[in-house]
Each structure stands twice: as C-alpha cells, then as structure tokens.
C-alpha cells in the first residue's frame, strides 16, 4: 500500500493506492491562504503539516486501513512556496510565502536576468523561491535557520529533522540551482545572499529517503516531486514532445524535453522533471478566477455550477475575462498587470461573466501552447477544472487539437505513487474533447482575447 500525498496550495489530498495504483482511498482537507496586503499571499506552515496529517488519516479510514500497513509515501507539493524554520525547534519563524505572492516584484526588476535565464532555465519573477528567501533573510538571523520548500517541510517533519532534502524538481525553481548540474549555484547563492547551510540536500525524484513517522507508525519515504512534475509524471509524458496542462489554482503546461538542458525559448520555463528536463508555460491564474467570482463577488455558491451557468447563454457576448489577479505568468511574465474585464453592456448577466472566466482560463493556456517550439499532438488534461466540460472543449476549440481529460483527476498524487513505486505509469484516459470550432472562428476568438490582454498590460504599467 502506497499513500500518495498532493500537498497543494488550497488544500491537500491523500490517496491511497495499491501495487496496480489503483485508489483504494482518499481524503482531503482545505488549507486556508491569507493575504495581509495587496499582492501578498501567506499560508501558516503548521496548517500545511496539520492538512497533510488529517488527509492522510481521512484516506487511511476510506481505505479502511491503518498507518502501519503502508509500505511507502511519496509526496507532490505545490513547488515555490518558501518556508524558514529553526533547526531546533523544528517551528517556522515567519509564514510560508506562498508562489503567488507578489512583493518581491520591485527586486526582480533590478536583477540581471540573462544571468538568471542563462543559469537556472527561469526569468526573474517573484513568483520562484529565491527572492521570497532573500526577503525573509532581511528580516531574520539565519543562525540555526533551515530553507525549504513545501516538500523539504513535509520530509522534515515526516522525519523528526533527520533529513532536510529537497527533489531535483523542486530545487529546480528555487532560482538558486543549476539547470544544467542539477545542484546549488555558488553564484546565484551570492546573488541572493543565501548561505549553504540554510540549504537541503538535493535527491533524485524516486530515491528512498529511509523511514519517516507519520500517525504513529514507521513508514518508508520514497517519491519526491513539484506537483506538476509529477502530474507530468502519472500522465506518462516521458518522451519529448509529450505534454500535459493541469488545471488546478493555476495552469500549468509541461512538456517533456528528453534530456536536453539547453535554455528554453521566449516567454517559457526549462525546468527538472522526475525523469529528465521540460518545457513549461506557468498560467498564475485560472481556478482561482473562478474561486474568487465565488469568494470574492458572490456569484457562485459552488465552483461546480460555473459550466451549467456557462452553457445556459450562446457566447459571453463580448465579454472578456483576463485573470491576472497576481500579475500574468507564462508567456508574458508581467508582474505589474492587472485582472480585468472588457466588454460589459446593460445586457451582461453573471452567466456571461462566469462563461468569460471560464474562457480566460483556456486564452492562457492557448498563449502557452502558441509559445510552444511544436505544439503536441495531444493534450492531457488533469485537475479539479478537467471536470468542466465547457471549459474543456473551449479549450480543444481554441488549441485545434485532442483534449485527453485523465480519468482520474488526482493524477499529480498518482505521479507521486508511481514515483513511489519506483515505475512508471499513464493514467487512463477517461474523456476526450475533439476541436469544434473552425480555425477561422477560433482566430476571432483569440484576437478579442489579444486586445483585452494589452489593456490589462497597460493597466498594470499606468
């Protein structure tokens, strides 16, 4: 039995699997996110550990076993999240910051981003860890402190502090590693003022990382991976040109790459994979556009009722929805634009502005895939959002290819599984969207989208 743990920014999901990866059982708990100032995001690096530790034991009692019957865990995590904790105490000094937090954005303009393009396969964004450290360490005495991102602080803890280690994947977002040996750069260390000693180990993404404790019972660590890696993983993406989109808070594309570490082209992200390098597009922004039409407007009472309320009107008559509410990622990585909608008359209903959100979502993705050096053939879908049928065949309609929605929609926590069990696997597709919509009607599609993102460009700028 193999517990697969989906550390994620909202919440966390355990699944338990057999040797087949088969779900046997699942829990899930919420993980709340604050945010104390514009553009700020933080999350209490406690509640992490707390979500991990009440998912597990919810999956444990669907699965209808206990602790000690598991034989390993492998973990995903949302990757760039930065935490700072005292070695002895094991408690963090500040709060995690979140990847989507923004307030490091004036420090990344400053940096020499060639250097940093050149060296870590990334751009200089406040969206990777380094900065957000650099930020903490103004405000702390590094003396006795260890860094981590979110899986560096599940092992911790899983390990009462015997191992502080971190996964090729995720020191790959960092900022602070080489893209092309895979360790801690001297260079960007002194950049960041970052001292060594603060620093995890770096692993291999399947290596054994000895036994942990997790609700008492001794259990083996195995399988370490950034969740869209290990998405990129369970949808069985190992050869280049093979892709996925996860669509879950964000976004993301990842391609496979094979082993080639050279610097990737404009607009996207080189990054480590569980096996390999990838090609990746980071959308800041998708579900949580819809969360926040639910949270912050009160136009949902439920994410799941944005399709019915999509369909229930022809077109979003004009309507269009950009989601940077944190800036926009991949491919145009503008920390200072703005979230906005264009387009409203008297005759605009809710039902027009969720259809607009859900069609935001699908224009970024697409803006990823254009980036692409070569399209794939297929994309593989996974995530909460893969639920939407609106929303997936949109996105089929826009990209003019396949869209192969997994049937299970955790595959990030059975990439993690498989990692585990030291195999490779594919999810089984469970639907599939073929393009509709006519290359011509597709065109006109994107040119609105085109101009509503310049205003929300500019927007930021003024």
């Given at each position: ?21 088969h ?6 708990r919420?993980?709340?996110?604050r945010?104390p ?16 530790e ?52 004036e ?10 393009r ?8 406040p969206?990777f ?7 903490l ?21 899983l ?44 692993v ?7 036994s ?52 990737p ?8 994979a ?9 959308v ?21 009722e ?13 309507v ?24 409203i008359?008297?005759?605009t ?29 297929v ?17 089929a ?6 869209v ?39 065109a006109?599609?994107?040119a ?5 993102l ?8 003024s």
């Amino acid at each position: 039995m193999i517990l697969a743990v989906d550390q994620g920014t909202t919440g966390t999901t355990c699944l338990v699997v057999d040797d087949d990866l088969h779900v046997l059982g699942r829990g899930y708990r919420e993980l709340p996110q604050r945010f104390p100032r514009p553009g700020w995001v933080e999350q209490d690096a406690e509640e992490i550990w707390l979500s991990v530790e009440r998912a597990a034991e919810a999956a444990l009692v669907d699965a209808r076993i206990a602790a000690s019957d598991l034989s390993s865990v492998g973990i995903a995590n949302q990757r760039e999240t930065t935490l700072l904790w005292d070695r002895a105490s094991g408690r963090a000094v500040a709060p995690a910051l979140v990847w989507q937090d923004r307030r490091t954005a004036e420090r990344c303009r400053a940096l020499d981003a060639a250097l940093i393009r050149e060296r870590t396969g990334l751009v200089a964004d406040p969206y990777f860890s380094a900065t957000k450290l650099e930020w903490l360490l103004e405000r702390h005495d590094a003396e006795g402190l260890a860094f981590g991102t979110v899986d560096s602080w599940l092992v911790w803890r899983l390990t009462g502090g015997r191992r502080h280690v971190t996964d090729v994947t995720n020191a790959s977002r960092t900022l602070l590693c080489s893209l092309a040996s895979l360790a801690w750069d001297d260079e960007l260390l002194a950049l960041f003022g970052v001292d060594r000693g603060l620093l995890p180990e770096i692993v291999g993404s399947n290596e054994s990382l000895g036994s942990g404790e997790l609700l008492g019972a001794s259990v083996e660590l195995r399988g370490l991976a950034g969740d869209q890696q290990a998405a990129l993983y369970g949808q069985g993406c190992h050869a280049p040109g093979e892709g996925k989109a996860t669509y879950g808070t964000g976004s993301f594309v990842l391609v496979h790459a094979g082993a080639d570490a050279a610097p990737p082209p404009p607009g996207l992200l080189k990054t480590a994979a569980a096996d390999g390098y990838a090609l990746e597009g980071a959308v800041l922004v998708s579900g949580a556009a819809v969360q926040w039409l639910r949270d912050g407007l009160g136009l949902l009472s439920d994410a799941s009722e944005s399709e019915a309320l999509a369909r229930s009107v022809s077109s979003s008559e004009g309507v269009v929805f950009v989601p940077a509410l944190t800036g926009l990622g991949s491919p145009w990585w503008d920390a200072d634009a703005r979230g906005l909608i264009a387009g409203i008359t008297r005759g605009t209903t809710r039902a027009h502005l969720v259809r607009a959100a859900l069609e935001g979502i699908a224009h970024q993705v697409a803006d990823v895939v254009d980036a692409l050096p070569e399209p794939p053939a297929v994309l593989r879908a996974d995530g909460g959002a893969t639920a939407n049928g609106f929303l997936m065949q949109f996105q089929a309609d826009l990209l003019g290819v396949p869209v192969e929605v997994a049937a299970e929609r955790e595959t990030t926590a059975l990439g993690a599984a498989a990692l585990a069990a030291g195999r490779g696997a594919r999810v089984a597709v469970g639907a599939t969207y073929e393009p509709r919509l006519s290359r011509d009607e597709a065109a006109t599609q994107r040119a609105g989208w085109r101009d509503a993102l310049e205003r929300a460009k500019s927007a930021g700028a003024s």
